[in-house]
């Protein structure tokens, strides 16, 4: 009942993401489908209108281990964080920003060949959550101090030492750079206007703000690579 009640206490959009994830991995583990069945393919959506995969290819994230049990980290992490963060009352502006997010990387992912994207879905919620939170000091597995906005490239840099391909990382980077500048930069340009669309919720006296959106609040040290 303790576990239950904790998890109806995860955001509703948080909660609906990580449940799919965990849900789609076990039905492959279980062999209920197989990961043939899910990727992302244009010629398979288009002519034999398996619409499915459209969503399905953000669902997956390897069998079961360790890269599967980071990425649900980093995922389940920075999501609650924005969702109980800058999008706190804000649902539907969030939804707007995976179902944006979504499609510019569906787009993308045409052209660089890319068959699961959940892994560029999580760097791109870590790089809006890094860019919205510019004071908090990072540590990275206990050896590298560094503020909020360097996370994303860290974790590239790490991701290019062990020998990864870094496309991942520079389409969520790439994506999340999107939305940031439409969102918080553009309009507060001269001239650029004030979007009607993501409208700030007013402050709640009785919210308490999680460690991380303090400046300086949060020791950081789970540094693993997401994905493969």
Not at 15 to 35: D, F, G, H, W
Not at 37 to 58: A, K, M, S
Not at 104 to 115: A, E, H, K, R
Request: proline fraction near 6%.
């Amino acid at each position: 009942m303790a576990l239950l009640t904790e998890y109806l206490q995860i955001p509703v959009v948080t909660r609906a993401y990580t449940t799919a994830c965990v849900l789609t991995t076990a039905a492959v583990q279980l062999e209920i489908i197989t990961p043939f069945q899910l990727y992302f393919n244009p010629d398979l959506i288009l002519r034999n209108y398996q619409v499915w995969r459209l969503i399905t290819n953000f669902l997956f994230f390897g069998p079961v281990g360790f890269n599967f049990l980071f990425n649900m980290i980093f995922l389940y992490r920075y999501c609650r964080m924005l969702e109980e963060g800058s999008f706190r009352g804000r649902t539907a502006d969030f939804v707007f920003m995976f179902l944006f997010g979504g499609l510019l990387m569906t787009i993308f992912g045409t052209f660089v060949s890319l068959v699961f994207l959940g892994q560029a879905f999580t760097i791109m919620l870590v790089y809006v959550w890094s860019r919205r939170n510019p004071n908090v000091r990072m540590n990275f597995f206990g050896l590298l101090n560094f503020q909020a906005p360097f996370l994303p490239w860290v974790l590239m840099g790490f991701s290019l030492l062990l020998g990864n391909s870094i496309i991942v990382d520079l389409l969520g980077i790439a994506v999340g750079h999107v939305y940031f500048f439409l969102e918080d930069v553009f309009p507060n340009q001269p001239g650029g206007g004030r979007k009607m669309l993501f409208d700030t919720p007013e402050e709640d006296a009785n919210y308490n703000p999680l460690p991380e959106e303090r400046p300086g609040g949060f020791a950081w040290g789970e540094g693993q690579r997401l994905g493969g």
